[in-house]
């Protein structure tokens, strides 16, 4: 079963970057699309970047198009969600997870992590 556990979350002023990290352990790990959603409150959790097991292929929602990049390697285990210009609105408990196939929206996910808040505010 493959475990995920992030960390990186935390207080920034608007305008400023966070990198979060998955740490992920189980088998056929190198196989999966990794993926990261986050979920504010009050809202329903939605799918923010995915990227295939290759990183070839990528999708990042149009909200965090030009600001945030994950990235993975799979030598090294880690994968990241690098988040920069921050605004108020990206304040919500992000998740990693990861899925077998390409992952566009929850329904593809497999298994997730437990989630780290990350909040925007001066």
């Known amino acids: 079963q493959v475990q995920l556990v992030e960390s990186g979350g935390g207080l920034v002023q608007p305008g400023g970057s966070l990198r979060l990290t998955c740490a992920a352990s189980?088998?056929?790990?190198?196989?999966?699309?990794m993926a990261w959603f986050r979920q504010a409150p009050g809202k329903e959790r939605e799918l923010v970047a995915a990227v295939d097991w290759s990183g070839t292929w990528s999708a990042y929602a149009d909200f965090v198009k030009g600001r945030f990049t994950t990235s993975r390697d799979n030598a090294k285990n880690p994968v990241y969600l690098q988040m920069n210009r921050l605004k108020h609105e990206d304040t919500a408990v992000y998740y990693c997870?990861?899925?077998?196939?390409?992952?566009?929206?929850?329904?593809?996910?497999?298994?997730w992590g437990k989630g780290t808040l990350v909040t925007v505010s001066s």
């Open positions: 189980g088998p056929t790990f190198s196989s999966y699309t």
């Open positions: 997870a990861v899925g077998r196939r390409r992952i566009l929206s929850t329904i593809d996910v497999d298994y």
